[in-house]
């Protein structure tokens, strides 16, 4: 009888990374779904796209640095880059948008510092920003949600010449966030009765396309890809600033905390971006001060901020500070003494 | 009820415990052949009392403990000692140790034997050599003498037993099925090392994944006073010293020390029961329960077996089929270890034999890059950070490792179970304990070498300076008198420069000495001293130091001699002087006789150095 003999543990659970990754794509649906029928094809061509960029970069990428490329290329990590970059993107972005965000954020962002598991920012949203400083004009041109114009979001074929030929008229409009950046003077009941696209709390369309999200992270949650730390820090931070700020409405007021969960990329952040393991903190009380931090960015940056895109560059500056977070909230290790010194 | 605390971490493998508990521990029977291993626990190994060729009873000593962290070894039977050789072993590395092996008889005659009648009489001592003579080691984890354990010191009073019931492994049932069929025995073995620990505070710890052992468990327990039989939820690792621990009592231990430190002594389920023989039947270790499992048996089962026996013949009655199993794994699937051969013996610790299918256990999946997930961090039951000791395993970083207490680590294998990126982390952290450890000796021995060699090179220096000091003196000896030759003739003329320094230097000091004198014979005037005596005074005694450095060597005796003729002169002079000065009576008188009375003390010295020489 010849027998092997690895060294224990001999048992192993049955997730693995690849497994994980998938789950992510998975609990994207809901929220593209969202996307998808208030904004029209777009996003789905966005992401389309984008994963196609990816997975040949992260491949050019594997095959110079000599590493086995379909063995890699099977961890899906870049699909999901692809796929978080493709839903923040406008939809209906120019193709050349797509391949430098996704170029960067494969290329420089994640490959150049060592691949996957070695990135100290989110790829998918140091693209975005690198987008969003070099090219404002395209990467603020938000389609109008179904439902101020009629029948008009675009619909495939629409949104691939958007994508690929730019010469269709499309009807763009700006977002909530950006109305509330821009619209000095007026009380928020009165932004909100101006402006066709404020929907109910968030935004229209943007309050369930962050319902979608939240219900993905939900999804997720439960299945144990990440814990509630992070989100939930983040969401109760945010809320919070929103609600010390919100000043009951008046003309000065930076929007309500309902609208600031359910517009822009809140939940998107919260579950897909900021839960991101491999820039963020690892430790559960430095995931909590993680996503605090991020929750307090996030309002900062959207209420005095210069971009409404608030969640790529909070998520970045809170990459930057993972380091540091960690250092401090090394868990206290069985036996030690409370003080932790020794 | 006993307040039960939660453990941080912990994982919650598949159990497979349902497989192995529907029959009733069976017997092993007699093995074709008995192989022991004459190193089954922690400590030295025990030295052979047999040679090939001797005939050995049941329950004989084969090999006695050496020195006190150490156990010996029984035959389980009687027999022939047919080898004593080096064989492959239980051990994770399949390496091969030195072992005795015995052919069986059949005849399984017992050596005389017998209990004692009420272990309450006897004494703590008289029982832990009792214990230590039937080579009871812990039979739960790594195998240390119990005897050993069971040793307290005065300054670590011991107030709580816990005996550790937990199993916690998946697979293992040997210490449920123990519970279920001999409670009684581990009752009255818990009792007897409470006597011998005198502990008040007894508790059993069981997972509450055994409601039937626990049951048991309960009611043998039930006159017993002091026993408390506490459940906690299942969870692995619970059944980790440390775990168990905190989960009973809410402590932690600290960090390097041992349970003592906080007044508590662990000991293994079955440890109990082989106490409980040892003491009460005057039995030694020689056989215990193991559990037989995996996909690829047939009937997996519970089995009393001998010591010593081949793990083939227990595979064999449970009907193993080889050809469905790829590894043979001694232990549970967390923390055991995969055996190279089934022909490796069952020793004292082994609790389990695990021979599971292909589909059951499949080979680890290539390794992936670490995403930092933290999973890991969630998992570990000590509150490491697993991912931070991988990066900085992989990458050396020792210092880092120990400063994130790489060493508390139990290797309990749930970060490596969980880790979505099938990463071994734990056989990480065994090799870079490993190569700490090599590192920390390294680096005692080059300071130990470091150390060696300072002290040799101020040794040399030391010498050499004294080396320097002696060429000194010489040289100022022959520059006296190199002195005293000048004045007589022309110095050579490589040497001129040198004497005419030498005669300077003299000179002046000569100078200097004489400016003294005059201070001083100013002064001696003052006094009424003649100055002329005391300038002639100071020109004999250099006179008399050139002369005696000009003069040959002179041996130690003579020296001396010349020495206290010179003091025995300078006695009758001053002695003169002192008549003098008191006929005259001036006021010199007392300091005149002090210096007579110094003069003829060192008389006496010289006078007794003397002797001495001559003596030698």
Not at chain 2, 4 to 21: C, F, L, T
């Amino acid at each position: 009888m010849l027998l092997s003999t690895p060294t224990s543990p001999h048992a192993h659970t049955p997730l693995d990374t690849s497994g994980l990754m998938r789950l992510v794509i998975l609990a994207t649906l809901p929220g593209v779904a969202a996307l998808t029928w208030f904004f029209g094809w777009g996003t789905i061509v966005n992401i389309a796209f984008a994963s196609l960029i990816a997975l040949a970069c992260e491949a050019f990428a594997l095959y110079l640095r000599g590493r086995r490329v379909m063995f890699y290329l099977r961890d899906c990590s870049a699909l999901v880059t692809a796929i978080l970059l493709g839903i923040a993107l406008p939809p209906g972005s120019p193709w050349w948008i797509i391949a430098v965000g996704i170029v960067f954020a494969i290329l420089i962002a994640k490959q150049l510092y060592g691949g996957m598991g070695y990135n100290p920012f989110n790829p998918a949203m140091a693209g975005y920003v690198v987008l969003l400083i070099s090219f404002p004009l395209e990467m603020t041109r938000w389609l109008s949600p179904l439902g101020t114009f009629e029948g008009s979001v675009p619909g495939l074929m629409e949104a691939l010449q958007l994508c690929f030929g730019g010469g269709f008229d499309a009807h763009t409009m700006a977002t909530t966030l950006d109305v509330f950046k821009q619209g000095a003077g007026l009380m928020v009941a009165d932004v909100w009765q101006q402006n066709p696209q404020f929907g109910r709390w968030g935004g229209l369309g943007w309050e369930w396309v962050n319902i979608g999200f939240l219900a993905g992270g939900c999804y997720l949650l439960h299945r144990g890809v990440f814990t509630w730390h992070a989100p939930m820090s983040m969401l109760i931070a945010l809320t919070a600033m929103a609600a010390v700020f919100y000043d009951g409405g008046s003309s000065a007021s930076g929007g309500s905390p309902l609208m600031h969960l359910l517009s822009g990329a809140t939940m998107l952040g919260a579950f897909f971006i900021i839960t991101d393991p491999v820039s963020s903190a690892v430790s559960t009380r430095g995931r909590l001060i993680y996503g605090a931090l991020a929750g307090v960015l996030v309002y900062v940056i959207r209420r005095w901020g210069n971009y409404p895109d608030a969640v790529a560059f909070a998520v970045l500056i809170v990459n930057f500070a993972a380091p540091f977070i960690d250092h401090y909230t090394m868990p206290r290790t069985y036996g030690h003494n409370r003080g932790g010194s020794d | 009820m006993r307040k039960v605390w939660d453990i941080p971490g912990g994982v919650h493998p598949p159990e497979n415990k349902a497989q192995s508990v529907t029959r009733p521990i069976a017997s092993a029977g007699i093995p074709d052949v008995l192989i022991y291993p004459l190193s089954q626990h922690i400590g030295a190994a025990a030295v052979p009392l047999v040679e090939k060729g001797d005939l050995v009873l049941k329950g004989q000593m084969i090999a006695e403990a050496m020195g006190f962290v150490s156990a010996p070894v029984h035959a389980a039977t009687s027999g022939r000692v047919t080898a004593i050789e080096e064989r492959v072993i239980a051990h994770p590395s399949g390496m091969h140790a030195p072992c005795i092996v015995i052919e069986p008889d059949g005849e399984n005659r017992w050596i005389e034997h017998s209990g004692l009648e009420d272990y309450t009489s006897a004494t703590p001592a008289e029982l832990l050599s009792i214990i230590h003579d039937a080579g009871v080691a812990g039979m739960g984890g790594a195998g240390f003498p119990s005897a050993v354990k069971l040793s307290t010191r005065p300054d670590t009073p011991i107030h709580t037993l816990i005996i550790n019931g937990t199993e916690c492994e998946p697979y293992i049932t040997s210490d449920d099925m123990l519970m279920r069929e001999r409670a009684d025995e581990i009752v009255r073995g818990t009792e007897i090392i409470a006597h011998i620990l005198g502990v008040s505070s007894i508790i059993i710890g069981v997972e509450d994944n055994k409601p039937e052992g626990i049951a048991s468990l309960r009611s043998a327990a039930e006159h017993s006073a002091g026993i408390e039989v506490i459940s906690f939820p299942t969870k692995y690792p619970s059944g980790g010293e440390k775990q168990l621990i905190q989960i009973l009592t809410g402590q932690e231990v600290p960090s390097g020390g041992l349970p003592s430190a906080l007044g508590i002594v662990c000991q293994n389920l079955g440890t109990t029961v082989a106490v409980h023989h040892a003491v009460d039947r005057g039995e030694p270790l020689i056989s215990r329960i193991i559990t037989v499992t995996g996909d690829s048996c047939r009937e997996p089962a519970n089995y009393e077996v001998l010591l010593g026996t081949p793990a083939s013949h227990l595979l064999e009655l449970s009907g193993q089929q080889p050809e469905l199993c790829e590894r043979l794994i001694m232990g549970g699937p967390m923390m055991g270890f995969a055996l190279e051969s089934a022909e490796v013996p069952v020793v004292k610790t082994t609790n389990c034999l695990l021979a599971p299918t292909r589909a059951e256990l499949p080979p680890a999946a290539p390794q992936q890059a670490c995403i930092r997930c933290g999973i890991c961090a969630e998992a570990c039951p000590a509150s490491l950070l697993p991912q931070q000791l991988f990066w900085y395993a992989t990458a050396k970083e020792y210092e880092k490792l120990e400063a994130h207490n790489l060493f508390d680590c139990i290797e309990c294998g749930a970060c490596s179970f969980v880790c979505p990126s099938n990463i071994p982390l734990v056989q990480y952290y065994r090799a870079s304990k490993a190569d700490i450890r090599r590192h920390h000796l390294d680096h005692e021995r080059s300071e130990r070498s470091r150390a060696r060699f300072e002290s040799r090179q101020q040794r040399i220096e030391q010498e050499e300076a004294e080396k320097q000091a002696r060429r000194q003196a010489r040289r100022e000896a022959a520059q006296a008198r190199a002195k005293e030759a000048g004045t007589k003739q022309p110095s050579r003329s490589d040497a001129a420069p040198d004497a005419a320094d030498v005669i300077r230097a003299a000179i002046e000091r000569s100078q200097a000495k004489k400016q003294a004198a005059a201070a001083q014979s100013q002064a001696q005037a003052d006094m009424g001293i003649e100055p002329d005596s005391a300038q002639d005074a100071i020109d004999r005694a250099m006179a008399k130091r050139a002369a005696a450095a000009a003069a040959p060597k002179l041996s130690p005796v003579e020296q001396l001699q010349n020495n206290l003729a010179s003091v025995q002169s300078r006695i009758s002079k001053t002695g003169e002087k002192l008549e003098q000065a008191r006929t005259t009576g001036e006021d010199t008188v007392s300091i005149l006789e002090s210096s007579v009375a110094k003069l003829e003390a060192k008389r006496d010295q010289i006078l007794a150095e003397i002797e001495e020489l001559g003596d030698s």
